[in-house]
């Protein structure tokens, strides 16, 4: 059974600085990963997706690096915003019915 | 583009009520996954469908019930709700249950009073 792992699972920085969140995950045998933000009380909204073949994705200022063999996830966030608080979950596919979902870690930018 | 639809956003229901929530995948999308989010907590699976077959089933009461449809609309079923139940409750669709892009939508926030 697949086990998501998310640090840090909570987050507190200044406007502009630049961040790494961490994800890594037990069954290493997956399809891909995507990172979602997940905005209190609201559904989640994916930023990128890493197919297993990929290395990394790059969307603006975000930046995913997978490391499918030693089962990692880095989502780089570059000058950090405001509006970028929020909760990012990642989460590997297996290509199994069921989906697993990390805790997450919870994101604070203050201006 | 067509993103996941669920209806209705709100809910607000009284104990040993009963609740029907929709989700409307993207268009020629087979595959929907049902999820549960507790006030602070991870979303846990419920119940997936793949063509309109119930491919897989995690933590969902006996008490819930969901069905997929001809035209892959999902719906999902409460009955006897508690106080417990309240929580957000979304839907992900994916054209291929393996290889591609969840989509998930904004999910129903339901109250259980």
């Known amino acids: 059974k697949q086990e998501v792992t998310q640090i840090p699972a909570a987050l507190s920085v200044p406007e502009g600085e630049n961040l790494v969140l961490n994800c890594s995950f037990t069954?290493?045998?997956?399809?891909?990963l995507q990172w979602f933000r997940q905005d209190p009380g609201k559904g989640l909204t994916s930023l990128l997706l890493?197919?297993?073949?990929?290395r990394e994705q790059t969307s603006g200022r975000l930046n995913a690096s997978l490391d499918k063999s030693s089962g990692r996830s880095t989502l780089y966030i570059a000058a950090s915003q405001p509006g970028d608080s929020a909760t990012y979950l990642c989460v590997p596919n297996s290509g199994y019915s069921t989906l697993t979902f990390g805790k997450g870690t919870m994101l604070l930018v203050s201006p | 583009a067509a993103g996941v639809i669920q209806s209705p956003r709100h809910l607000i229901k009284e104990k040993r009520e009963t609740a029907t929530l929709k989700c409307y995948p993207i268009p020629r999308h087979d595959t929907v996954y049902w999820y549960q989010q507790g006030p602070g907590q991870d979303p846990q699976f419920l119940i997936s469908?793949?063509?309109?077959?119930?491919?897989d089933k995690g933590s969902i009461p006996d008490r819930f019930s969901a069905q997929q449809f001809s035209d892959y609309h999902s719906e999902l079923n409460m009955s006897s709700l508690e106080l417990g139940d309240s929580a957000l409750y979304f839907c992900a669709s994916t054209p291929d249950r393996a290889a591609e892009k969840l989509f998930f939508g904004s999910g129903t926030q339901l109250s259980v009073l």
């Open positions: 069954d290493s045998a997956i399809y891909n």
């Open positions: 890493i197919q297993s073949s990929q």
């Open positions: 469908f793949y063509e309109k077959m119930q491919s």
